[in-house]
């Protein structure tokens, strides 16, 4: 069972989706940026889970606030790298947020089906082809 986190397309915008492979030929997606955006679906979960995204998103906003003063008291290019780096500390916050709740899924039923039922969590197709009905028939 792992967690890996990628950007698919998911109708006309890009969102980031963290698949779960629960079974080799299963695998769930859970929808990074709705838990990202609802941390009371995280604090359901656990409180420690949403804890863990506001500290994180705090650390985030007191680089964007760095940065913006480094532009005034130390040269005008020093925001570039310090935003850089709270844009991308942003985007591992959003990931982390459907790792930690795969996770849970993985751990407890109760979480999982919570999960399901919220809509952050919806079957993807099987990871194994061999196993899907349609595309044995189509490799003969």
Not at 44 to 59: D, E, K, P, S, T
Not at 113 to 134: C, F
């Amino acid at each position: 069972m792992t967690a890996t986190a990628y950007s698919i397309p998911r109708g006309e915008d890009s969102r980031m989706t963290v698949r779960v492979s629960a079974t080799p030929d299963q695998t769930w997606a859970l929808d990074a940026e709705y838990l990202h955006a609802r941390t009371d679906v995280l604090k359901r979960l656990g409180a420690h889970y949403a804890n863990q995204i506001a500290l994180l998103n705090l650390v985030s906003d007191f680089l964007l606030l760095a940065g913006v003063i480094c532009t005034f008291f130390v040269a005008w290019w020093t925001c570039i790298p310090i935003v850089g780096f709270a844009v991308l500390q942003r985007i591992a916050n959003k990931r982390l947020a459907g790792e930690m709740a795969g996770k849970a899924a993985q751990e407890s039923t109760d979480a999982f089906l919570y999960l399901y039922n919220s809509g952050a969590l919806w079957l993807e197709r099987p990871t194994n082809h061999s196993s899907d009905p349609l595309r044995r028939l189509l490799s003969r």
